[in-house]
């Protein structure tokens, strides 16, 4: 994806934005320096990541290789990222199959939630930014590296190592680059401009009228805390474009951000919004609630458990338990 596209979604809108995007294009220009990226889940961590890779150059051909540490199984994170020799394990294939570092030769390889990298996979990625060379699993032949590593976490880093969960050698190893995306609500500032942005954006795309936002709308828009930060005011946006014909972009339109005087509640049914809970008139079933409450975090963050789990501020095991 070109770097002008990637910045086009996040949008420059604030000093705060501006110096992320100065940084970036200053980290660009050395591919041996390990690069940490830290923010909110919806803070906009890949495209930053976008930004470090392509510089000024939005024409650059150089891969772009992502992981998601959460969506690989730990038996198969070392192949996947290492690659592997015939017949390093059964059902491997025939030839062998490249890792995503030998994919990302001469360009960037980017580790999505950093946090979550099997302990046991961690010193070996530590030896490779310090080497800039690595074996495939089952093989005997060093392969030379060229590539940038950068990685991205939705919470500090520091606090796993207190945990035990990460190493500490590595947290500084990767620490050298270091970025931290402010969430929305620190820049209250970007949040019509961005909101803008995205109506004419998605408006165009979709082949709907331009919004206006009506004063009030953008009260709302400004007064809520939006803790799934951009990509969650991008997906506001994007519902309203495609569900109302008015012109404008009205309070009545946000109901989802907002209490409403008239919301009608069912008898057993329990609103959550944010800062507060409305509570049905009949008897609360504590059970469903929560399992209902569960149910809409996961849907929020894709059925992603991680992301879920943290969200809610519980283990993942715990998570699990409560699916059961």
């Given at each position: 994806m070109e770097n002008s596209l990637e910045i086009e979604k996040i949008g420059i809108f604030s000093d705060k934005t501006r110096e992320i995007q100065e940084i970036a294009i200053k980290l660009h220009e050395d591919r041996q320096l390990p690069v940490l990226i830290e923010g909110e889940t919806g803070t906009g961590k890949e495209i930053v990541a976008h930004m470090i890779h392509y510089g000024k150059n939005s024409d650059s051909s150089s891969p772009?290789?992502?992981i998601n540490c959460t969506a690989i199984s730990q038996g198969l994170f070392e192949s996947e990222l290492?690659?592997?020799e015939e017949g390093a394990f059964t059902g491997a294939k025939r030839k062998g199959a490249f890792g995503k570092l030998e994919l990302a030769q001469k360009g960037t390889l980017f580790l999505d939630e950093i946090g979550d990298l099997p302990l046991d996979v961690q010193p070996k990625l530590l030896r490779v930014l310090e080497e800039r060379e690595f074996f495939r699993v089952g093989g005997l032949k060093k392969?030379?590296?060229?590539?940038r590593i950068i990685c991205a976490s939705n919470r500090e880093l520091e606090k796993r190592v207190n945990e035990g969960s990460f190493r500490q050698d590595l947290y500084y190893r990767l620490n050298v680059g270091h970025i931290r995306i402010p969430p929305l609500r620190e820049r209250r500032e970007e949040i019509i401009p961005l909101a803008t942005?995205?109506?004419e954006a998605i408006a165009r795309q979709k082949g709907k009228p331009v919004r206006i936002l009506d004063p009030g709308a953008e009260s709302i828009l400004k007064n809520y805390d939006w803790p799934g930060n951009i990509r969650e005011l991008q997906n506001v946006i994007e519902r309203i474009v495609l569900l109302n014909s008015s012109p404008y972009v009205l309070p009545r339109h946000l109901?989802?951000?907002?209490?409403?005087p008239h919301h009608h509640l069912e008898k057993e049914t329990c609103v959550l919004q944010p800062g507060y809970i409305v509570l049905p008139q009949?008897?609360?079933?504590?059970?469903r609630l929560e399992a209902e409450i569960v149910q809409k975090a996961l849907k929020k963050f894709n059925n992603n458990k991680t992301h879920t789990a943290?969200?809610?501020g519980i283990t993942r095991s715990a998570l699990r338990s409560k699916l059961k």
């Open positions: 772009f290789i992502p290492f690659g592997y392969i030379k590296l060229d590539i942005m995205f109506l109901d989802c951000l907002v209490p409403h009949g008897q609360l079933d504590l059970y943290e969200y809610l």
